[in-house]
């Protein structure tokens, strides 16, 4: 009987193992873009539309913080001519397989891979589609963000896009943060992302149900002992 229960306990381990190791590599950040500034609707911003690259290989390539990589792209390249031609120069590849198209409140929410070949994902954010004066600056997203007073990850993120007019205005950076129940703004010179602990797909919900059912067969096991000794 303990060779039987050495044998069950060892096999739920395996799959436990694998299958934390499995979400980890599925993992997914949300992501919620808000366009609007703090007084309201921008001008010119009713059919933004986004694509997102991978900036991840460029990010291995360049040891920098993100805040300097973040200066450097939107200094270098600071209208969307040249980082249309950065993107083919890097040659990145687009994330997105459909198109992200702000809704009637400016919003947009979309999920990115936590990791990208197992590295720390890193991506670039465009916008496309301003009418107006105002252009959306791009966003430059590196993982992972971290709450700054818990300094755990955050799996939900906030985004406040930030606008220059027309291509002649110094670029500024956008403001990246994380989102608990309710966020506040931080500065555009130092972003903070406070995280949300919460499962974020269907994989972390699936490693607790592993380990709900070794507890149950634990316990089964030895309630069975137990009503033999008896």
């Known amino acids: ?31 919620w873009l808000h366009t609007w500034e703090e007084n309201g609707k921008v001008e010119g911003t009713d059919q933004l539309m986004f694509e997102v690259y991978d900036l991840t290989d460029w990010r291995t390539r360049r040891p920098e913080d993100a805040k ?36 009637g409140s400016g919003n947009l929410s979309f999920e990115l891979p936590r990791y990208r070949e197992g590295k720390d994902a890193a991506y670039l954010i465009l916008a496309s589609g301003e009418t107006g004066e105002h252009h959306l600056l791009p966003i430059i997203l590196y993982l992972p963000q971290k709450h700054p007073e818990t300094q755990e990850e955050a799996e939900r993120l906030l985004i406040y896009g930030k606008y220059q007019v027309d291509s002649l205005t110094q670029p500024q950076d956008s403001s990246n943060k994380g989102e ?3 966020p506040q703004k ?26 709900g059912l070794l507890l149950m067969v634990i316990g089964l096991i030895g309630f069975k002992l137990n009503k033999k000794r008896n």
């Open 1 to 31: 009987m303990k060779k039987q229960l050495f044998f069950i306990l060892s096999l739920l381990l395996v799959i436990s193992f694998f299958g934390t190791k499995a979400s980890a590599a599925e993992k997914q950040v949300e992501v």
């Open 180 to 182: 608990n129940s309710n």
């Open 68 to 103: 300097k990589a973040k200066e450097y792209l939107l200094n270098t390249y600071a209208t969307k001519e040249k980082m249309a031609a950065f993107v083919k120069h890097e040659q990145l590849t687009k994330v997105n397989t459909e198109a992200l198209i702000v809704d």
């Open 186 to 211: 931080s500065s555009a010179d130092s972003p903070v992302l406070n995280g949300a602990a919460f499962p974020a797909t269907n994989d972390l919900i699936r490693d607790y149900t592993i380990i």
